[in-house]
Every structure is written in C-alpha cells, then in structure tokens.
C-alpha cells in the first residue's frame, strides 16, 4: 500500500480529471446530441465528487436533476430546434481572450480559498456550529441539513417552493401544451 | 421506440426500485439524507424514465395532465396551509409548536407535513415541464439524432 495518499484523494484526482476532459470534449464537439449527453456526464461526475465531500443529499440531487431531468429537457429543446451548432466566421480571439482572463481570475481567487474539504473553512466556524449543538434540543431530527430547511429556515424553503411552481407555470404559459394536447386528442376522436 | 426491447425491459424493471427509493428518501428525509426536493426529483425520473420509452401520451395516461396541474398547486397549497394553521390557533407562521403535542413530536409532524408539500410540488413540476416539452416534439426517427 502508498503511505501518505488516501483512496479518497486518488478518487478526487480521477474526478476532477474526467470532469476536466469532459469539458474539453463538450467544447470541441459540435453536435449537440453528444453535448447533451456530454453534459450529463458531467453532472453524474459532480454528483461522485459530492459524495466524496460527504454531500449525499447534493449528489443524489445533481444525479437525477443534471444527469437526468436537464438531459432530457435540453434533447427536447434540441429536438423542437436544430442538433448541429452553428460555425461562425467571426474569430475566436476575442472570446478567447475574455475567457482566459475570466479563467485566470478565478484561479487566482482560489488560492485565497480554504482547502478543498478542509474542516476548518468559514463555513463550517459560523453559523453551523450553533445548528450542531441546538438542533438535538430544538427540533430533535437526526438529520440536521433537514431540521435547518424545514424548521429553522422555514421561510426560505416555502419561499423555494413557490419559485419552483413559478418556474413550471411560466413554462406550460411559454409552450402551452397541456391544453393544446387535448384538443389534438378530440379531433382524433 | 418499440423496437427498443432492451430499454423496455430495462425500464420497467428500474421504474418501480425508483419510485420506492423516492418515498424512501420522502418519509425519512428527517433520519437520513434527502428530503422533500431529492424525493419530489427522484419521483419524477421514474415517470419520466416511463415517458422517455413508452411515450408521452402512455405516460399522461398514467397521470393525467390535470393531475399534475393540480399536484403542482397542492404541494405549496400543504406547505403554506402548515403556516397559516400555525397562524390560525395563535402561535407565528410556520410555528410547528402549533402541531400535536408540541415539541419534538409537533416539530417532526411539521417537517413531515411541509416536506410532504415540497415534495408533491417538485415532483409534479418536473413531470409537468417535461410533458410540456415532450408533447411539442415532433416524432424522431432514430436515424435523425
């Protein structure tokens, strides 16, 4: 056995190398069948790294909203659209340029960030501490995660709610099939 | 996708592990991972799975699109309906301490009960703006993909 790397650290390097490579492939491919499913690779391979932090609850999230529900959603879209993307004829330089500095600059900030996983990032020395101890006491579920979503921090998730039942009636107003579709079926009839 | 006998079986075999992992992770948000959001996803890829291979038109027979219209309201109709009970027998909006014996067992009952709306709602919703997206789509050959 290596002393000094862990299986978790060689699983992490892996994941952050597919997703890497994943990327690379979605930006070079131009059909967009393979982009749409490129893109759900992506998002199965976010949803390993939550596990690695951990996150069960954000992994299995990722895997069926991003893997699955937006990769259907985007080969609908497609299907209703065009599946090449367009080649233009204007140069690149630009956009790459923006993109690089972008991409530096973020870089450049995460080296002022605490390390990847670290127990000792901000996020874990404020606020959550506090849930820790309360939560036995005050609500009395194991699951701290839901005792904050669903007790402490009521508001915000029916606010959450409200937002997602926002979104699907803008979206049946925009593309209006429901009723539509009944109608088709009468005329068959 | 008839000639897909694969996929068929395939499907029909993951659907119904799907939908119990889904009340799995609904009903035990509070003990272990998940919740409200995770299960009401989970539900959907299982209908959506069922659109996806069987048709749009097999699956709204399944759930008709007036179901899923009124599940999409319900869910946020339990999740404020919980608040505003609080509000009705004296104690703050969303205050759980209104429910049963107050407590642990009142805040238990009104993470389940609130859990239960988010649940209804985003499960609903995902089946919604998928039937919404899928029902426009022309009929693909497998040829043009």
Redesign the interface.
């Known amino acids: 056995m290596m002393t000094g790397i862990s299986l978790a650290a060689i699983v992490n390097v892996l994941l952050f190398t597919f997703l890497v490579m994943t990327a690379i492939a979605i930006v070079r491919v131009r059909h967009l ?1 393979a982009v749409a499913m490129l893109s759900g690779v992506f998002s199965l391979l976010s949803a390993g790294l939550f596990v690695a932090l951990d996150a ?2 954000v992994a ?2 990722e895997a ?2 991003g893997a ?2 937006s990769t ?2 985007m080969l ?2 497609m ?2 659209t065009v ?1 090449r993307e367009k080649t233009t004829k204007r140069s690149p330089v630009l956009p790459v340029f923006v993109c690089v500095v972008t991409g530096a600059a973020l870089v450049y900030s995460t080296l002022d960030m605490p390390a990847f996983g670290t127990a000792q990032a901000p996020i874990h020395e404020h606020v959550a501490p506090d849930y820790i101890a309360r939560t036995p006491d ?6 701290i ?3 904050i ?3 402490y921090r ?2 915000d ?2 606010g ?3 937002v ?2 926002t ?3 803008a ?2 107003l925009l ?1 209006g ?2 009723s539509r ?2 109608q088709k079926r009468t005329d068959k009839e | 996708m008839d000639h897909h006998s694969i996929l068929r079986v395939v499907s029909k075999l993951l659907i119904p592990p799907i939908i119990v992992y889904a009340l799995y ?1 609904q009903w035990h ?10 299960a009401g ?2 539900f ?2 299982a209908f ?1 799975l069922y659109g ?1 291979v069987f048709g749009v038109e097999a699956m ?1 027979e399944v759930l008709p ?1 007036s179901v899923i ?1 009124v599940a ?2 319900l ?2 109709l339990i ?2 309906g919980t ?1 505003f009970y609080a509000l009705l027998v004296g104690h703050n ?2 205050d ?1 301490e209104s429910i049963g014996h107050g ?2 067992h009142a ?2 009952w ?2 389940l009960l ?2 239960l ?2 649940g209804i ?2 499960a ?3 089946i ?11 009929k ?1 050959k497998d040829e ?2």
């Open positions: 069948f069960v609850d299995f999230t069926a909203v699955g529900i259907v959603l609908g879209t299907a209703l599946t005050d609500i009395g579920v194991p699951n995660v839901t005792g979503l669903a007790s009521g508001y998730t029916l959450e709610t409200t997602i039942f979104a699907a009636v979206v049946i593309l099939s429901f579709k009944k | 992770v948000g509070d003990f272990g991972p998940g919740g409200g959001f995770q996803v989970i959907a890829v959506i996806l709204t699109t219209r999409m309201s869910g946020v999740y404020a608040g909006f969303l759980y407590g642990h805040q238990e009104g993470i609130v859990e709306g988010v709602t985003v609903s919703v995902m919604g703006i998928f039937v919404a997206f899928a029902s426009r789509t022309p693909l043009d993909w």
